[in-house]
């Protein structure tokens, strides 16, 4: 079989290169498939994952760490809203049931009460009270009344009372610490450091 070598030109743009940029092409077994066009290794530099030889920066530099941060006047933590579209999903999937069982249209009430948990269950946080609201109603306490926090089941977070009282926080976890202390003014220490 005859072997085939093709040059692209460059154009500008092309792959992320300049347009002197050098290029290479593989040789291919079969003229109906085009080459392959990558940059060559550059002087000083290594190929493709290594670092090559450019004084512009890739990636802008990050922050400093000792900027303050901006507190938010209000945090809300809530389950996610993706929930609402597997209820939608059941429902669809349940509708042959429903209308050929007799009573099984009762299912329905249980996606409708699975979005009305989703939807209302939340904790707000702010700089003067923590709420933590439920199906059924809510509780607000002032950042001075809590003691400490617990972890609770499957890493929620649950807030200990000045009288050893335990507040469930609903929908806020472990990988929440950072943000919860940002939101708190400082009065729950960041477990990141940062």
Known sequence: MKRISRVVPPT?????????APLETERMASPRTPPRVRPRARAGGRCENGP???????????APLDVQREVPPRLVFRHSALGILAAVLFL????PLMLSVPFFWLVVLVPIG???WLVRVRTTVD??????????GSRSVAWDDIASLRLGKRSGLMA??????????????????PALAIASGGRVPDPTGD
């Open 12 to 20: 500008a743009g092309a792959h992320g290169l300049a347009p002197d």
């Open 114 to 116: 699975f979005v009305v």
């Open 52 to 62: 090559v030889s450019s004084t512009e920066p890739s990636v802008p530099d990050p």
């Open 92 to 95: 669809i999937c349940a509708l």
């Open 127 to 136: 700089g003067d009270t923590v709420t933590a609201r439920t199906v059924t």
């Open 160 to 177: 200990v009372l000045g009288d050893d009282t335990a507040l469930p926080l609903p929908a806020v976890h472990l990988r929440d610490l």
